[in-house]
DNA sequence: GTACAATACGAAGGATCCTTCGTGTTCACA
DNA sequence: TGTGAACACGAAGGATCCTTCGTATTGTAC
């Protein structure tokens, strides 16, 4: 697999007074807001600074370059949505089907809210997807599924239970992706999401219990 | 959801004459290796024309935009793999688990071979994946694929077999997309293919059989 | 062999972009 | 109140790119 040319990704300088930690905020506001209205082809420092009533000088004071930005936004997403799944997968209180089902629903939905904005994020991935810092959320995501399946499939094998974390995480980022492209109602997405759980769920039995060649 | 400027993918001008007809078929080899090799980023009308051996403004004489390229590359890709998977579902010989199994396998084995190739091109989809153009192949491969249903969910309503052949085609889309991210072996892949065929299989059991909500 | 159509060429216009850096302003602290 | 550090500014350098168009060449039909 060719990888192509990546600089950095770390912030250039911390904003330490009160007056730059807000710069800092505005122009990540505003960035969102570009991602969404404008797409990630119109994705241009300029235009981020100038949403964000700021000067181009002000947001390279605090941003390396641009796939930082997008870097970053790519971050706050992940933070915010695996913290929820994994406090989902988590419950003890409900069996783990119905913690699957809930997770998947969860994040259909999210995926689904943020569709403009996770699109063009989306898009402009490949300038940032290989960085060493986005690796470190991958393998986060797929510890938070190995944890559950010790208790969806406990007779499993580690083996059995680590590809089987993959093939789950696999197919709901990856349907998730598919089905917020769909512009569905919420109705609709609850069932993709209930029909992608049935479908993983089924396949979580058969490891469970008999044994894979 | 909102999309994006997109101009026209048409081609501009018919080749006639020989000289012409084995220039477009250099500059699409062209554009296969320099997108491969240098990447989406790179990916330059006068790098393709370059690499053709042929001088830009030939170039543009076959094709309006940089876009209508990259939507050529993706349409052939999209022609030929269609029609291989059509003809493997189609085959009345074996049952059609045989028959999706077989799929799957083949699918994914094609998305590895090709895995820089199309890495490359997805990147750049989002320039044509709104085009008129490309919805008319998505159809094509829904239709496949809610043919083959009549035969592997024989008992299932219409309606049943077109949510299930849209769960298919997605869940097959997607994850070989994943999985060719991912640097395995050809045996790994066949390992894949195969779990998710048998996942596959197992959620069109149920729409086969026992009445959903 | 002549004339017209098809084809090929590639320098240059026009449009963005990313990023820097010199200058001016504001803040914290003594 | 004075001083240095932090911060903000934005014009402009430098780098690509996409696409056009006037010119030159080649093919074809008569």
Redesign the pocket.
């Given at each position: 697999m060719r990888r192509y040319a990546r600089?950095t990704i770390k912030p250039r300088?911390v904003?330490?007074?009160?007056?730059?930690t807000?710069?800092v905020a505005d122009i990540v506001r505003a960035a969102v807001r570009v991602l969404e209205r404008e797409g990630p082809h119109?994705?241009?420092?300029?235009r981020v600074a100038e949403t964000a009533g700021?000067?181009?000088?002000?947001l390279?004071?605090y941003f390396?370059?641009?796939q930082s930005i997008l870097y970053r936004l790519q971050a706050d997403e992940w933070s915010r949505t695996s913290e929820a799944i994994d406090s989902i997968l988590q419950d003890e209180g409900k069996p783990p089907a119905a913690r699957l089902r809930a997770m998947v629903r969860f994040f259909f939905h999210s995926e689904c809210d943020e569709a403009p904005f996770r699109l063009a994020l989306d898009a402009a991935a490949p300038e940032y997807h290989s960085a060493p810092e986005s690796r470190a959320h991958r393998v986060r995501g797929q510890r938070i599924w190995r944890r559950f399946m010790e208790s969806a499939a406990p007779r499993a094998t580690p083996a059995e239970r680590a590809f089987a974390a993959q093939l789950v995480l696999m197919t709901v980022t990856a349907l998730g992706k598919q089905v917020s492209e769909k512009n569905l109602t919420r109705a609709q997405v609850t069932r993709w999401a209930d029909a992608v759980s049935d479908m993983l769920l089924g396949a979580l039995a058969r490891y469970g219990s008999k044994r894979p060649s």
């Open positions: 600089p300088k904003p330490v007074q009160a007056r730059s807000q710069l119109k994705f241009t420092t300029v700021v000067s181009v000088g002000s390279y004071q390396p370059n641009k």
